[in-house]
């Protein structure tokens, strides 16, 4: 894939839950809730300040991270779903 972000944009893949409870119930497909974390895939070189200096960004390619419910626009990139968001809807990166 030859595709990088602008400014502060993030490219996304996210990352499938587990389809049982910890009861071990299996979670059917059409109650599932897409998931709020994912791996970053790419990232934008940064937004620019005021006086034109880059802004670099907290993230890189191969974080984990935890996002909003309704963040990012959904793309499909050779074949992939993937989402791309600004930095600023990302809450954090998973340790």
């Known amino acids: 894939m030859d595709f990088r972000p602008l ?3 993030v490219l996304v893949r996210r990352v499938e839950s587990d389809e049982k409870t910890a009861g ?11 998931p709020q974390e994912g791996e970053v895939v790419s ?16 993230v890189k390619a191969g ?3 935890l ?3 309704w963040s990012g626009t959904e ?5 992939e779903d993937l989402l791309i ?3 600023s809807d990302i809450m954090g990166v998973l340790a």
């Not at 071990?24 to 897409?34: Q, R, V, W």
């Not at 990232?43 to 907290?58: F, N, P």
């Not at 793309?75 to 074949?79: A, E, F, L, N, T």
Request: charged share 45%; no cysteine.
């Open 7 to 9: 400014h502060d944009r």
């Open 24 to 34: 071990g119930l299996i979670i059917p497909e059409t109650a599932k809730e897409k």
């Open 43 to 58: 990232v934008g070189e940064g937004a620019r300040d005021d006086s034109g200096s880059r802004i670099a960004l907290d």
């Open 63 to 65: 974080d984990r991270i």
């Open 67 to 69: 996002f909003g419910k």
């Open 75 to 79: 793309v499909k990139i050779d074949g």
């Open 85 to 87: 968001m600004k930095e």
